[in-house]
């Protein structure tokens, strides 16, 4: 790599001694504050610590945190990896992530969906992977179609290689206007965001898994990699089975697009596939904690369609704890309670907790799915007899959860 200016290499080590204290001082993983810093004594920090760097961004509504991981465990097959490991998914976490790694050749960032057309302006990123886009955070998100007429302008022009989901209609329009589109067959189980067709409004047909707009000529393109259940099918037309240690079909979905991100390159899916069986948890997601004999699961979902593939994971036949905030980063408006089809969860011991339990309360009457009201987590744990117990958690009660089990990652 070019060797920083002095002026960058100062905000650079200054940015990483106050990571390293914040970790030290248990006020964070210093992933934020240490980028903060940097940007703050050196304003174009992002732009210098991208330079001369295979970068690849990875944005979605759910699924980019893992994406990345996976991603990014198929790459160090190449070598050295930058990488934002713990979802730090805006510049200021960038920044942090190709500091810490500042000889690292190769970056896989995790992009909020907002902030993309931003990152990938300043970092010139080679590779960018577009998963899914849905409602998210109603109170303050652009809506989505905003987002991908964003996505759309950013790539417009630009030499950028885009690996996208081409299943989600909104993902194949904002990605369209690529130089060069690795379209992957990736699916979609939550399709209530997306029945209009963002070129013209007008309504989207769907028979199987092929979709098309009945006014326009809008339409589904042909993917060059297929996920098909428990398997992937290659440009080439081979078939190599997904036996990845994380669950669900979103996560076979998710490793399915960083077989083509790891391909785009030049890492062929015989070295990628094993680097991806090696991730078996995703900064808490899908761990195991435990107390007292009880064996908790860790789930985490945001919105509608994360909690849909949440019930997909889990197992009908354990007692379920649920826990809703509605803090900043999770968004204050819980509305999008009522678009969760909740009745899946009937004939399950069900145990409600968090900050905004009784929103959830509500829905569930609504719904009519018994549940026991909790005032913590500790006691919706405690009510559990000892043995496993599933946990759907938004995000920041998913992180109060983990900072009770020492943050497992």
């Known amino acids: 790599m070019t060797q920083l200016p002095l002026r960058a290499q100062l905000a650079s080590a200054l940015g990483?001694?106050?990571?390293?204290?914040?970790?030290?001082?248990?006020?964070?993983?210093?992933?934020?504050i240490g980028g903060r810093v940097g940007l703050m004594l050196e304003p174009d920090l992002l732009r210098q610590l991208a330079r001369d760097r295979k970068l690849a961004l990875v944005s979605a509504t759910n699924g980019k945190t893992t994406t990345t991981r996976l991603i990014t465990s198929a790459l160090l097959d190449l070598g050295e990896v930058a990488t934002n490991a713990f979802g730090a998914n805006m510049p200021a976490g960038h920044v942090s992530a190709l500091s810490e790694h500042k000889h690292a050749p190769y970056g896989v960032l995790e992009v909020d969906e907002k902030y993309l057309p931003e990152v990938l302006d300043t970092t010139g990123a080679g590779v960018v992977c577009l998963m899914?886009?849905?409602?998210?955070?109603?109170?303050?998100?652009?809506?989505?179609?905003?987002?991908?007429?964003?996505?759309?302008?950013?790539?417009?022009?630009?030499?950028?290689?885009v690996i996208a989901n081409c299943d989600d209609p909104l993902v194949t329009w904002g990605a369209s206007t690529a130089a060069k589109v690795t379209w992957v067959a990736g699916g979609q189980r939550w399709k209530e965001d997306s029945w209009s067709c963002p070129e013209c409004g007008g309504p989207l047909e769907r028979k199987g898994v092929h979709w098309a707009c009945r006014e326009?000529?809008?339409?589904?393109?042909?993917?060059?990699?297929?996920?098909?259940?428990?398997?992937?099918?290659?440009?080439?037309?081979?078939?190599?089975?997904?036996?990845?240690?994380?669950?669900?079909?979103?996560n076979r979905s998710n490793a399915a697009m960083a077989l083509a991100v790891a391909d785009a390159f030049g890492l062929p899916v015989e070295r990628a596939l094993p680097r991806l069986r090696e991730v078996t948890s995703v900064a808490g997601r899908y761990t195991t904690v435990e107390r007292d004999g009880r064996h908790a699961r860790l789930l985490l979902a945001k919105n509608p369609a994360g909690w849909l593939e949440a019930f997909d994971v889990s197992d009908p036949h354990l007692p379920i704890i649920l826990s809703v905030n509605a803090q900043g980063p999770d968004g204050r408006d819980t509305s999008w309670l009522w678009d969760v089809d909740y009745?899946?969860?009937?004939?399950?011991?069900?145990?409600?907790?968090?900050?905004?339990?009784?929103?959830?309360?509500?829905r569930l009457e609504v719904a009519d799915v018994p549940f026991a009201l909790c005032a913590s987590f500790s006691e919706a744990l405690a009510m559990q007899p000892p043995g496993r117990v599933d946990v759907i958690a938004n995000y920041t009660a998913f992180q109060q959860i983990r900072s009770e089990f020492g943050r497992a990652v």
């Open 343 to 362: 009745r899946i969860l009937r004939g399950r011991p069900v145990f409600v907790t968090g900050e905004r339990r009784l929103d959830l309360a509500l």
């Open 216 to 250: 326009c000529t809008f339409h589904r393109p042909e993917p060059q990699w297929v996920l098909d259940d428990d398997a992937v099918i290659d440009p080439r037309g081979q078939r190599w089975l997904i036996d990845i240690q994380l669950p669900g079909l979103a």
């Open 16 to 32: 990483r001694s106050a990571a390293t204290l914040s970790r030290m001082t248990g006020r964070g993983d210093g992933s934020v």
């Open 132 to 161: 899914n886009l849905s409602r998210d955070q109603m109170d303050r998100a652009a809506e989505i179609w905003l987002l991908a007429q964003k996505w759309r302008k950013a790539l417009s022009g630009k030499p950028t290689h």
